[in-house]
């Protein structure tokens, strides 16, 4: 269990949001989609990233909510909306194969649609093995390999949030950016995901 409340939890995604909006800006992304579970740490951690990115990047974003039996009506919303960038923000307190099920569907269906733009990826559904799990359909395979991936993972003894290129279809990393966080940052990721708390000296 994590050494962390529910109001913890929501905190760390605000923090963990603004530094994705940024790096998003960064990459000089002008129109952003942000695809979130319906619950309520995805949508926190979604929400702060389009703060984050709306204030650094002078951009368009929009957010879109993705549920089971939705999938092909929101690949099409969101091919309307013709992003440059489709973020993808799977994990929260939906069980995790609910999750990568979902996350899966997705995909097939912005691949089915032709859903425009480069696709980043949350660093929760990529460690639990979901953007593995959908490449084995041949159809994402193909998509994504036309197009930029990206996903952001977490340096626990160095206190920083990497921007990495995947590599399609091995899921290599190529490091592009990375963010310092700060220490109240760094002690909730620890405490929420390592179960283990910092000692600042």
């Given at each position: 269990?994590?050494?962390?409340?529910?109001?913890?939890?929501?905190y760390?995604?605000?923090?963990?949001?603004?530094?994705?909006?940024?790096?998003i800006?960064?990459?000089?992304?002008?129109?952003?989609?942000?695809?979130?579970q319906k619950?309520?740490i995805?949508?926190?951690?979604?929400t702060?990233?389009?703060a984050?990115?709306?204030?650094l990047?002078?951009?368009?974003?929009?957010?879109f909510?993705?549920?089971?039996?939705?999938?092909?009506?929101?690949?099409?919303?969101?091919?309307e909306?013709?992003?440059?960038?489709?973020?993808?923000?799977?994990?929260?307190?939906?069980?995790?194969?609910?999750?990568?099920?979902?996350?899966?569907?997705?995909?097939?269906?912005?691949?089915?649609?032709?859903?425009?733009?480069d696709?980043v990826?949350?660093?929760?559904?990529?460690?639990?093995?979901?953007?593995?799990?959908?490449?084995s359909?041949?159809?994402?395979?193909?998509?994504?390999?036309?197009?930029?991936?990206?996903?952001?993972?977490?340096?626990f003894?160095?206190?920083?949030?990497?921007?990495?290129?995947?590599?399609?279809p091995?899921?290599?990393l190529?490091r592009?950016?990375e963010?310092?966080?700060?220490?109240?940052h760094?002690?909730?990721?620890?405490?929420?995901?390592?179960?283990?708390?910092?000692?600042?000296?």
């Amino acid at each position: 269990m994590a050494l962390t409340t529910f109001e913890e939890e929501i905190y760390l995604r605000a923090l963990t949001g603004r530094l994705v909006g940024k790096a998003i800006a960064d990459l000089g992304v002008n129109k952003l989609a942000v695809v979130a579970q319906k619950n309520v740490i995805c949508t926190a951690i979604a929400t702060a990233t389009e703060a984050a990115y709306l204030t650094l990047s002078g951009g368009v974003t929009y957010h879109f909510l993705a549920e089971e039996g939705n999938v092909d009506e929101l690949a099409e919303r969101i091919k309307e909306f013709a992003p440059q960038v489709v973020l993808l923000q799977f994990g929260g307190e939906t069980p995790i194969e609910e999750t990568k099920k979902l996350f899966t569907a997705l995909l097939r269906a912005l691949a089915s649609h032709g859903v425009p733009g480069d696709i980043v990826v949350h660093v929760r559904i990529f460690a639990a093995g979901g953007l593995k799990e959908a490449l084995s359909y041949a159809e994402v395979k193909k998509y994504l390999s036309e197009r930029n991936v990206y996903v952001y993972t977490v340096g626990f003894e160095e206190g920083k949030v990497y921007v990495n290129k995947v590599k399609i279809p091995g899921l290599e990393l190529e490091r592009l950016r990375e963010y310092q966080v700060t220490l109240e940052h760094a002690d909730l990721l620890n405490r929420s995901l390592k179960n283990r708390r910092v000692v600042f000296a």
